[in-house]
Structure formats: C-alpha cells, structure tokens
C-alpha cells in the first residue's frame, strides 16, 4: 500500500473526538499535559539532555487507561545519532515495546531532505 506523505492534514473538526486517557507513567505529562490517543508528543531537547531515556520511558510504558486495546506508539526520531538509535532499538527489544512500535529514523549523517520527510512518514502511518 502507498500513501502520500504531502497530502492535506486531516481536518481536527472531522475527527473523533479524543477521549482515551493514554498514561506515560511520567507525572509532569500525565498531570499536566496529558495525552490522548492519537495525540502527538513532540520531545524536543539538546546534546547533553536525557532525551532518549525520556523518549523510550514514555514509548514502552504507554498504556490506555481502562482497556485492553491494542495500540501503536509511532516514534520518530530526526537527527539523532547512531548510539541514540541503538539505544532506542535495543530498549524497545529488551523490554517487548517493539512489538507495538513503528518507527521512523533520521540519523544525523543521512540527507537533511530526510528530516522534512520523516515527520511526514511518521504522521501518515499514525493517521492511518
């Protein structure tokens, strides 16, 4: 199946209404800026931040409070180095969340076109 990466958003209003409480285990998100399913995380930081370790806490332990739904966390990483994929890939291996992971990786030495793309990537598979 191909789908296009350029098409138009998908307009919010024609959407279902979110209501699926997702939990992190991370109290700063989950009090204060807490996620539903089909809500996009955006993680930015800096060299020296504890990003990765942030980033795969938040994909391994996602759960949708109140049922047994099987869900996918859709993660996408743009200019990330080759050790922070790794760690990515052997964390979400060691602990299962690779099962219920799509993942979409930019490495900070492949083509900077990519890291217009990847983000497109990453959001047609959620929406699909």
Same mark, same amino acid.
């Given at each position: /199946? ?5 098409? &138009?958003? =998908? ?11 997702? +939990?992190?285990?991370?109290?700063? =998100? ?8 089909? &809500? ?7 060299? #020296? ?7 795969? +806490?938040? @994909?391994? &332990?996602?759960? *949708?409070? #109140?049922?047994? @739904? ?7 990483? *743009? ?22 992971? *799509? ?9 900077? *076109? ?6 497109? /990537? @990453?959001?047609? @598979?959620?929406?699909?």
């Amino acid at each position: /199946m191909k789908l296009d990466i350029n098409g &138009q958003p =998908i307009n919010p209003v024609a959407r279902d209404y979110p209501n699926e409480f997702i +939990q992190t285990g991370i109290s700063a =998100i989950d009090g204060l800026n807490t996620l539903v399913r089909g &809500q996009k995380l955006p993680v930015f930081s800096m060299s #020296g931040m504890p990003h990765a370790e942030l980033a795969a +806490q938040i @994909a391994r &332990q996602a759960k *949708v409070i #109140g049922s047994d @739904a099987k869900f996918a966390v859709v993660f996408a990483a *743009v200019g990330i180095t080759f050790e922070e994929a790794d760690f990515f890939i052997s964390d979400f291996r060691k602990t299962g969340a690779i099962e219920r992971a *799509v993942m979409f990786i930019n490495l900070a030495n492949d083509p900077a *076109v990519e890291r217009i793309s990847t983000p497109r /990537m @990453a959001l047609t @598979a959620a929406e699909y």
